[in-house]
Nanobody, 128 residues
Framework: RVQLVESGGGSVQSGGSLTLTCAVS????????IGWFRRTPGDGREGVAA???????AYADSVQGRFTISKDNTNTIVNLQMRDLKPEDTAMYYC??????????????????????WGQGTLVTVPS
């Protein structure tokens, strides 16, 4: 079964940058798609970025232009580069498998909590 392991979180000053990494193994769905979603301290949930096997991308409006999702050629590493971080980006970040949907649909699926497998998460803190 698919396993996802996130890393790279930490505390960063407002305006700073971080890169999160998702290590992907055991992915057997016919359509590859990995997304990132976040859960805020108030238990809000938001799908923020997604990428499929053809490198089609989607971003939430809240992160468009600041976050960049990418993957390696073997589909085993998916990175989320985050820049110009703001206090409202403070959240636990998770990567998730959302096969069978285009990237823009995957954002809504993750926001609704209907994604497939996801990892243990990595915490990003941007103090105000």
């Amino acid at each position: 079964r698919v396993q996802l392991v996130e890393s790279g979180g930490g505390s960063v000053q407002s305006g700073g940058s971080l890169t999160l990494t998702c290590a992907v193994s055991g992915y057997t769905y016919s359509h590859f798609l990995i997304g990132w979603f976040r859960r805020t301290p108030g238990d809000g949930r938001e799908g923020v970025a997604a990428i499929d096997g053809d490198d089609k991308l989607a971003y939430a409006d809240s992160v468009q232009g600041r976050f960049t999702i990418s993957k390696d050629n073997t589909n085993t590493i998916v990175n989320l580069q985050m820049r110009d971080l703001k206090p409202e980006d403070t959240a636990m970040y998770y990567c998730a498998a959302v096969g069978g949907h285009p990237p823009y649909e995957a954002l809504g699926i993750m926001t609704a909590g209907r994604q497939g497998a996801w990892g243990q998460g990595t915490l990003v803190t941007v103090p105000s």
